[in-house]
């Protein structure tokens, strides 16, 4: 090997600790990209991979009920493929040995060997279940503490009870995907519905279509005619829903948070770049007598240019051995945890090719792009100033013989501290030192001030995402604001529920609310949306209306209703005072939007009317099956004890109540879902918060190591070692604080960004941003803890050198 | 004008010597195997001794003054400075306390913090070691400028004054904690001749006021300002005497004559030298004088000269060979301590040394063209020929 070649080799190891950091700079954005990246395919392609390989249904019928003989009419409809009947209801059911009640959804199949569609996929115990027994969704787990083996009790609407036995889980990524508000399901053979006092009938079917199962509107038309059909021959359609082969309903919702995680991953990599921009910077500047002295023996500019862009290129590949395997590994681990989240499985641990490829090309070229100008400016360097130079300074450049002009900086530092001075405040020099040295090195400083910025601004950002969506879930909230809602198989008069309810001690208030179902139809008569529209009585307590834009529905409207946002998806132009075709219990009508507000839409749109119209529209004028009850109490814990009271009571008054349900239940569980997404969001903040703290290790290990004759200077006069490390965990804190600052401006504008991009994922409508102070005090926690653990260690490496090894360069 | 005194007292123990170094080994270990720099050197300085340290590079004169300042530590031996034992009862870190408050560095490179004015350079001693009121540290520190003739510079970086007023800020530093002693580092290696001498003006001034300062040198324009020079060759100290007697020897010979010499201690008055004694030994004072005495016509005993330590006798019989003319004896006050050299180890190392050769056979031509004028007269005391 030629000596020149021997000594680059001999580099890289001549300083482990800064090749160590050099490799992690680049190594830490290697990774996260190739964590990011590869999550991203994996999701993008296992999530419809799996989600198609359990045959998704394409239609999804919810008829009256219906019986076998009914089939052929569906099973010969026109372009329709695959049909399996099912019967689903809702039941509340409890563990044998608890009386936490929950509701579950069950799912009756009638051939469990001959399902085609929306396939369970086996996970415990067996995943057929006989007469009398059932199998359970995975997330029934979640709500129940129950294993297979074990018995379920169902409440049956008489009050009475049944048992089950569970004799699997199950696991399906396909039912009920597009709603992860839905109660979790569990599946019976159509011979144990009478055992749950269930009629042997159906009232759903789930369909295919012959034709491309990922064309929308094609699957869109197949199923109005479907529907069309269906009622021809005498079954009402309550309704209808769609969904592609190939495309998880969630997916576009993934897709956005993958986006940002993508965008993430390439500020990360930017951060880093400056990282490696930084550690090269300082290690050329290390160079410099070496540099000076290969000149000196004849070496030319290109030559010492070659030696240390193959230095860097040995970073970079030291940097991807170490990143490339652990990237996969954690590429992996992300897509599973979306994936567990979302309830679909991915099809095994892979390698992808293109995060492996993306790493390589990060793990080359950001190095090499972030090292060209050091080292260019590096191997320009003259002889008489590389081996002359003063190697504390910023260009390496030799230091003028005699008096110096100070520089306006430190003019300005000096003017500052003449001031405090005339003010008789005198800082301690230890203090002093720390404080003036923050600002040495300004392009350092500047670039790990970036990094560190921009790590705490992301982070703040994050928790005033949080907030914000938090904030919408609140205002979804008071379109709910009574504290249980109870629901009921038969219509009972509002005045009789009132009277019942007001018996239970804490009931202050009670309010029956009518329901209409309707269909949104587009011009040429095909649906293209279902609504649910929820009638309270005009003026009513309990809802705190705030209307986007028109007005909230009013005493004497009739056939208006105020409608979600969500409707511009397919009426992109619709303003309060448009009409809109719709279809009510197969009738077509015409309402008026009076007002448009925000909400989350689940199955479909919501909007709200009056009662009084409503109410005698579906013929239950003064009478109800759900009701609103207010208590003098409103917090989650006592709304579940008054839901059970209120259960009790009107079940044993012999009233058929359904449910009984406390009022934050529902928001509980959609802001559970919101949740996932900030941990989301939060463990990318932490990662770019991290990146920023090894910059700042970085930085605080460069400027020690350049220091290391100045601290054997403070160690001769008198420094003990807790006056060294001191000095430069100040520093670093120092650096943390001005970072803090920064951070607290630069987090608006990503809070808004990161509001706007999130916002139009979950509900696809920006939403109205809410700053909270929690974030900036946390990000003020933590970015003092970063900076001390990022200058301990270089803290320590200060306070071991002894003054000897400082000052023998003399 | 005179250094401001320490309201606080320094911790200093009643001991005998400022700096007393034992039998200090220095052994570096590294790929090429050990390599003794200090080789069991033992050197006392006494309170208020102004002492230069002299050595070509390698000789183990920056390893010497780690030693006494408690920068690096000795393999063997034992360093003692101002009563305290550096080695044996203090840590690193506590050395690095102790040195705040005992001991004053001055370095050729001024070593100067260039994050802080200077006036903040000579506050940060008393900000480490703790010492004086937080209030009054500037104005001590404006003090010990004003003495070094920086007042008006106190305010800016040391980058922005020139090299000697770096160092004269350094040396201002150097007193800040009021220590009593100061060692300084080739500490006019990078001025220039005027800028030294203002520097070892200071040094004066502050041996005068009862500082000990010891400092290494290359300057023997410097060395002869001191009080006492330490010549330090090979990682042994050259005898003090022996470097007085003969200055032309390099440093190299020097310490082997150091290796070489005797002593030989001789009661007041005793004889060392009789008359017509074959004489193949040179001798050198160390302590004491010695009289060279000549028996007078009536046999009276003349005393003709004396020599005081540094000097030196026998070498022009060495050289020419022959028997002693006259008595030399110890001085009736004090007892006299000579080294002495054997006669072959004297024509060796004057055969090495053609200018000592030449320095000695000038002292000889001299001392016998003397004796000869002497003899002339009848007086001749010159006791060899």
Redesign the interface.
Known sequence: MRPRWRKVLLDLFENPTRTLLVVFSIAVGVFSIGVIAGAYVIIANDMSASYAANRPANIELRMDDFDRDFLPVIENAPEIGDVEPRRVFNIRARAANSQAWTTLDIVAIEDFDKNALNLLTPMQGQSKPARREIVIEREVLKEIDIQVGEDLVFQLPDGSEKTLRVVGIVQDPTTGADDFLAPPFAYITMDTLPTLRQPDLFNRIYATVQGNGNDAEYIRRVAADLKDRVEKNGVTVRRTRSALTNQHPLASTVNAILGILLALGVLIVFLSSSLIANTLAALLNQHLRHIGVMKLVGGRDKQVFAMYLVMILSFGLLALALAVPFGGIGAYALAEFIASQLSFNLLGYRIVPLAFVIQIVVGIFVPLVAGFGPVISGSRVSVLSAISGDLASETGSKPQPGAKRETLFERFENAVNAALLRRGIHLPRPLLISLRNTFRRKRRLALTLFTLTMGGAIFVGVFNVRTTLFAYMDNVGRYFVADVTLDFSRPYRLSEIEQVARQVPGVQYVEGWAFASAEILYPDGTVAENLVVLAPPAGSRLVDAEPVSGRWVQAGDTKAIAITEGILRSFPNLKPGDYLDVKVRGQQDRWQVVGLFKFIDREGLIAYGTYEYFSRETNLANRSVSFRVVTDRHDEAYQREMSEKLDKHFRDAGYQISQARPGLSALNNATESLDILVIFLLIMALLTAVVGAMGLTGTMGMNVLERTREIGIMRAIGAVDAEIMRMVIVEGMVIGLISWVLGLFLSIPITYGLSLIVSLAVFETPIEVVFTPLGYLIWLGLVILLSVLASVLPARNAARLTIREVLAYE | MTIPRSSVASTISPAASMLDIRRVVKTFKNAAGEFTVLKGVDLQVARGEFVSIVGKSGSGKSTLL?MM?G??RPTSGQVIVNGQDLYTALD???R??W???NLG?V???F???????LL?NV???M???GLYD??E??RRAMQLLEMVGLKEQS???P?????GQQQLAAIA??L??DPPLIVA?EPTGNLDSRTADVVIQIFERLVAEGKTIIMVTHNPSLTARTTRNIIISDGEIVNETVARALPLLNHRQMLQVTKKVQRQSVPPGQAILRRDEHVDTFFIIERGEVEIVLQGKNRQDVTVARLSPGEYFGEVELIRGGKALAVVRAAPEAPVDLLTLPREEFLTLLEASPLTREAIGRIVQNRIEQNRSIDRRGKGWWPFR
């Open positions: 780690n300042t920068i690096d690193e870190s506590q690095s306390r040195r705040g408050k560095i370095f050729q490179f070593q100067l913090l260039p994050m802080l004015s903040e506050m940060l001693p900000d480490y070691a937080f209030d540290r500037p305010a800016k970086l980058m922005a004054v020139s090299t530093r150097a800040a904690c580092d």
